[in-house]
């Protein structure tokens, strides 16, 4: 059982930047390929980003490419989305997912782990 919790949610300005982190509870975390989802009022959860388990792969979806960075450090068992120019349609909550294999990963269903979600809001 994987334990994960995300941090760093919050108010930023469009144009602005917030970085999430996603702590994992499990020491072999770097088995794991982690996901990032979000979730917009009245929308459906969609497939942002996500980075394998060695970091070497990543994958990001078009509305974010360019402007997010998904990263890991193992040591301390914790996957990152570094968010930068944001825009009012980036608001939503945005949650962490694991699961093993690089295969399919857009889809929620592949994800066998998942965080409680952190609020973001991007707004003047």
């Known amino acids: 059982q994987v334990h994960l919790v995300e941090s760093g949610g919050g108010l930023a300005q469009p144009g602005g930047s917030l970085r999430l982190s996603c702590a994992a509870s499990?020491?072999?975390?770097?088995?794991?390929?982690v996901g990032w989802f979000r979730q917009a009022p009245g929308k459906e959860r969609e497939f942002v980003a996500v980075?394998?388990?060695?970091?070497?792969?990543?994958f990001y979806s078009g509305s974010v490419k360019g402007r997010f960075t998904v990263s890991r450090d193992d040591s301390k068992n914790t996957g990152f989305l570094q968010m930068n120019n944001l825009k009012p349609e980036d608001t939503a909550v945005y949650y962490c997912?694991?699961?093993?294999?690089?295969?399919?990963?857009?889809?929620?269903?592949?994800?066998?782990?998942w965080g409680q979600g952190t609020q973001v809001t991007v707004s003047s």
């Open positions: 997912a694991a699961t093993t294999g690089w295969w399919d990963l857009q889809n929620q269903a592949r994800y066998d782990y």
């Open positions: 499990e020491r072999t975390f770097n088995n794991y390929v």
């Open positions: 980075i394998s388990g060695s970091g070497s792969g990543t």
